[in-house]
């Protein structure tokens, strides 16, 4: 068995922990340390992080990460369909146009509720 045709490999793994150590290990040698109330506090979740678990907060901001993760997937079930498009056919066509106007229907009920509008 010749180990040099593991060399590639060898040299795959390297590089790969390369990229993806040295400018970790980079940033945190060389990179500034001054934190401050603003940068530690809490950000995207709406609410302070280390409060009582039974107190009140805005529901809002669930909702609409919600929708944003629903016509995101949306999204990404167009990709696939739009490149298998010729091997689909008609009957692909017409399943996502059905799965289109479903999506519609909904995002015209959740803007018609007001659930898109942030005060």
Sequence with gaps: MNLDQYL??????????????????????????RPDAAKNSPYECGFEAFED??????????????LFILFDLEIAFLFPWAVALKE???????????????????????????ALDWE
């Design 53 to 66: 678990a039974r107190m009140k907060f805005d529901v809002r901001y669930y909702l609409v990460a919600i």
């Design 8 to 33: 590639p490999v060898l040299l795959f793994i390297l590089v790969g922990l390369g990229v993806g150590v040295l400018p970790q290990a980079l940033g945190y040698l060389l990179g500034p340390n």
């Design 88 to 114: 689909v056919g008609m009957t692909g066509f017409l399943a996502v146009v059905v799965f289109l106007a479903i999506l519609v229907v909904g995002f015209a009920y959740e803007w018609k509720k007001g």
